[in-house]
C-alpha cells in the first residue's frame, strides 16, 4: 500500500494545486472534496483505511489549504481546476466525495463525464432547496440583489467566530468537546493569507449559481443513478435535514446513514464514516465486477 503523500502540480494557467494521493494507482479512484472552511486535511482520518481499497486523491481546493489562488474564482473554474488534476494524473472511473462547497465542484465533473462516475459520497452536501432553511435569509437576499450592505449580511461568518461556528454550532456539547480549536485556528489562519477572504466572498456570491443549476442536477440524478452514500452529520446548522430526505427521493437506492454528528462530520466520527465508505466501495466494486450495475440504476428510476 502506497501512504499518503502530500504532492503539488502546476496547472495549464500556473496555478498550484496541492493534493494528497495515497493508495495503489491500479485501484478504484476516490476523490475526496472537502467544502469550507477546511482542506485535504478534512480527510486525514479516512484516507489510511480508503487507501487500502481505492486510490485515494484528496485536493486542497483552489484557495483553501496550500493551494494557490486562481486568477477567477467560480465553483466551475475549481471545477475545471480538479478535472485538470485528474487528467494529467490520468485518472479514469472514480467515485466523488461531495461536502459542502465541494459539491459543486464535484457534481460539475460528474456532470461533465458521467461516464466516469462509479459513485457518489455525499456528506452534508446541497443539491435541492430543501437544504436552504431560514439561516439562508441574508444569502438569498444577496443573490438576488448583490449590494454592499447585503454582500455584507451574507458574509458575517467570515470571522474567527463564523470560522469556530462550522465546527460547533448546533452541535451537543460532548460531540463538540471532542474537536480541538487547533483545527479552527489553522483555518482562520490560512484564511488570513492574501486573497484568500476574497475567495471566500467571490464564493458565496457563486453559490447562487449552484442554487440555479439544481434543475440540470435533480435530471442528472434522475439519468444516471449513480450508486451512492451518504453519510450526514444531523446537527448541522447550515444545511437542513430536510435535505436528507431530498436526496433520498433523487436516488431511491441511496444508503443513508444520520450520524450523531454536525456539518463537519469527519472531525468526530471518521473511524464510522470510513468504515461505511470501504464497504460501499467494496460492495459495489463487486456488483460492477458481477454485472449487477446495469440493474441497480434500472431498480432506481
Keep these: ?50 487507501s487500502q481499497i481505492a486510490h485515494v486523491i484528496a485536493p486542497d481546493l483552489p484557495g483553501f489549504g496550500q493551494s494557490d489562488v486562481l486568477p477567477r474564482v467560480s465553483f466551475p473554474d475549481f471545477g475545471e481546476a480538479i478535472r485538470e488534476l485528474l487528467d494529467r494524473l490520468e485518472v479514469g472511473p472514480r467515485y466523488v466525495y461531495l461536502h459542502d462547497f465541494g459539491a459543486p465542484v464535484g457534481l460539475h465533473i460528474a456532470m461533465n463525464a458521467p461516464e466516469q462516475v462509479l459513485g457518489l459520497i455525499i456528506q452534508n452536501a446541497n443539491a435541492h432547496r430543501t437544504g436552504l432553511g431560514p439561516e439562508w435569509a441574508a444569502t438569498q437576499a444577496f443573490w438576488a440583489d448583490p449590494s454592499p450592505e447585503n454582500e455584507a449580511a451574507a458574509t458575517t461568518h467570515l470571522t474567527f467566530e463564523g470560522t469556530r461556528d462550522q465546527y460547533v454550532a448546533g452541535v451537543p456539547r460532548d460531540v463538540a468537546a471532542r474537536i480541538p480549536a487547533e483545527y479552527w485556528e489553522e483555518d482562520w489562519r490560512i484564511m488570513c493569507l492574501p486573497g484568500r477572504t476574497e475567495v471566500q466572498r467571490a464564493l458565496v456570491a457563486d453559490y447562487g449559481n449552484h442554487v440555479a443549476r439544481f434543475d440540470a442536477i435533480a435530471e442528472y440524478l434522475a439519468r444516471r443513478q449513480p450508486p451512492s452514500l451518504m453519510v450526514w452529520g444531523r446537527h448541522d446548522a447550515f444545511f437542513d435535514l430536510a435535505e436528507v ?10 444508503e443513508t446513514h444520520v450520524l450523531d454528528a454536525g456539518h463537519l462530520l469527519l472531525e468526530t466520527h471518521a473511524a464510522e464514516a470510513a468504515a461505511l465508505i470501504f464497504d460501499f466501495i467494496r460492495r459495489t466494486n463487486q456488483q460492477r465486477e458481477c454485472g449487477e450495475y446495469d440493474r441497480y440504476r434500472q431498480d432506481g428510476r
Design 245 to 254: 430526505l431530498s436526496w433520498m427521493r433523487a436516488l431511491p437506492r441511496m
Design 1 to 50: 500500500m502506497c501512504p499518503a503523500t502530500p504532492q503539488r502540480l502546476r496547472l495549464s494557467g500556473g496555478t498550484e494545486l496541492s493534493f494528497i494521493r495515497a493508495g495503489e494507482t491500479s485501484r478504484p479512484v476516490v476523490l475526496l472534496l472537502h467544502g469550507f472552511p477546511n482542506s485535504s486535511r478534512m480527510f486525514r482520518e479516512v484516507i489510511p483505511q480508503l
